[in-house]
């Protein structure tokens, strides 16, 4: 189980590194995700799971634009054991449901899709492609769906060259606000 210091250390070690075909890093969509959470008033949990939905990318590093060779990292999957029993069941959902929020995006608004970047596209179809009608009612009626959707959105405009945002260590603050206590 990953703690708040581990967190900032992989941070340290691996956010310095490229969002695959992206003009940002990977700590920079963290902080980019995490601002515009918070921009819209999301409250703790929320904005912790921005900051931390794609933390698998950082422990399971498949090197530069994985796409490109086929891969899906199934990262959404990757941190959860990491983080569980530290965050509250509300953080590690928002985070797995949020790739399944873009397909569920892709089936409910297909304008949806032309708003997604060139890597995001690659990655849905390596993903399983936009959802059918009864996949899309199934995620739609999750509790966490509706946080998926909003971790999403604010995800896929996460990619802003130069967008200035708070530091880690204020994000980090947030998440020690949710963290569970023992
Ligand atoms: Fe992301």
Redesign the pocket.
């Known amino acids: 189980m990953l703690t708040l210091d581990d967190i900032r250390d992989l941070f340290a070690r691996h956010g310095a590194n490229q969002y695959s075909g992206e003009p940002v890093t990977q700590l920079e969509?963290a902080l980019q995700?995490a601002h515009l959470a918070e921009q819209s008033d999301a409250d703790d949990e929320l904005v912790t799971a921005c900051l931390l939905?794609?933390l698998g990318h950082l422990l399971n590093d498949q090197g530069d634009t994985p796409t490109l060779r086929g891969v899906d990292d199934t990262h959404q999957f990757f941190a959860l054991p990491f983080l569980r029993g530290a965050f509250p069941d509300r953080v590690l959902d928002a985070i797995k449901l949020h790739v399944d929020a873009k397909r569920y995006l892709c089936q409910s608004h297909p304008e949806y899709v032309e708003r997604l970047s060139d890597d995001s596209r690659r990655s849905l179809a390596l993903q399983g492609g936009a959802f059918d009608a009864s996949q899309a009612a199934a995620f739609i009626a999750l509790t966490s769906a509706r946080d998926a959707l909003r971790l999403r959105l604010w995800?896929d405009l996460a990619k802003q060259d130069g967008l200035r945002t708070p530091t880690l260590a204020h994000f980090l603050e947030r998440a020690q606000r949710c963290v569970i206590a023992r």
């Open positions: 969509h995700t939905h794609d995800d």
